[in-house]
Structure formats: C-alpha cells, structure tokens
C-alpha cells in the first residue's frame, strides 16, 4: 500500500502525518490528487473510487522552488521558510554528524560554506551537500581546509558548470583567507525563519 493511501486509512487514535518531499519535483498531475486529499481528505483512484480519510492526515509538503507550485495548491497550506543554520548551528550539526572530523577542519569547512552561500550563486549549497564534502574531506585525510583540495572537491558543493567558473581560482583563495583568518565570524544567532 503507498504511503498517501496508509495516510488515509490510517491513524484511528492519532492523525496519520504524511510528508510530501520537494513536490516541486512532482508533475502536476499528483498536485491534482494532492489537491483533492487537502480540500476533501480523500483522493479517487479510478479502479477504487473515492477513497475518504478515516482521520484527516497531517500532512507536511516541502518544495526547493525548483518550479512554482499551483496557486489553488498553495492556498491549502500553511507557509514557513526555514533558512540555512548559523555558522554555529551548521558546525554543531557537522559535528554531531561526523564526529571523526577535525575540529579545525570543520570549522573552516563551515565558514567556507558560510561564505559561499553569501556568494551570487545558481544554486547555494545546503547542509547536506556540507556534510557529503566534509565525509569526503575527512576520507582524504584533511586536517584543514588548502585551496588545492577545494579546487579538486568543489563539485560537491557547486552542481553548476557557472558557479564552480565563478568560484574557482582567486576567489576560492580569498574567501579561504577569510575562512581561515582568527575569528572569521563572530558568534551570530540563528537566523529567525522567513514566512
């Protein structure tokens, strides 16, 4: 049974909650039917009818903005814009998840990545592109972060032919500088969400 169906059937002593992951990515034709589970809380599949929620769902959708979502979809909703951790959080978080890794080397790695999300790019890194880079950092053995290696390793954080051009050479090494320098960054607050 697939999960929007377990949505609806389930859930007897507690809403069933069902996440809908970057449904930007989705065609439009599943905001259809997700259209009619969110007015209605039930969805009609043509070999099984109608088939009626037991308990409205909770359900929570999540979109990278990679295309605009339906406005008649967007007004079921309730919207919440969750920005990218602190520099504190994004290190806490790196380590927490790679514990192996070097202090120092997460904490440049972090401030890297700070820096390039400030950059004008196509598409800003997120924390799980962070946390890929600095396994592979670890695995090659960094103790701290060198512009050679950032050079061989930026495609895990850049996914576009202009921004890695827009990157590399001189400015990897300026905002390595800034990475590297004594108190890079001073201890900020995270950032409130954007709604």
Request: aromatic share 6%.
């Amino acid at each position: 049974e697939r999960p929007l169906l377990r949505a609806l059937r389930g859930g007897r002593e507690r809403p069933p909650v069902l996440l809908i992951d970057e449904l930007d990515r989705a065609d439009e034709e599943f905001e259809g039917y997700l259209l009619e589970l969110l007015s209605d809380f039930q969805i009609t599949i043509p070999e099984l009818g109608a088939i009626k929620a037991e308990a409205p769902p909770v359900v929570v959708i999540t979109s990278n903005r990679t295309r605009e979502l339906h406005d008649a979809l967007k007004r079921r909703c309730v919207y919440a814009w969750i920005d990218y951790p602190s520099f504190e959080k994004e290190l806490r978080i790196i380590t927490t998840k790679l514990p192996d890794a070097p202090a120092t080397l997460a904490e440049q790695a972090t401030r890297f990545i700070q820096e390039l999300r400030e950059a004008d790019l196509y598409k800003v890194t997120g924390v799980s592109e962070t946390l890929d880079w600095v396994a592979a950092l670890v695995a090659l053995d960094r103790q701290e972060l060198d512009a050679a290696t950032i050079e061989r390793t930026l495609g895990m954080v850049l996914k576009t032919q202009e921004d890695m051009q827009s990157i590399r050479g001189e400015r990897i090494q300026q905002m390595l500088n800034r990475a590297k320098a004594p108190g890079a960054r001073a201890a900020t607050p995270d950032a409130p969400a954007r709604g």
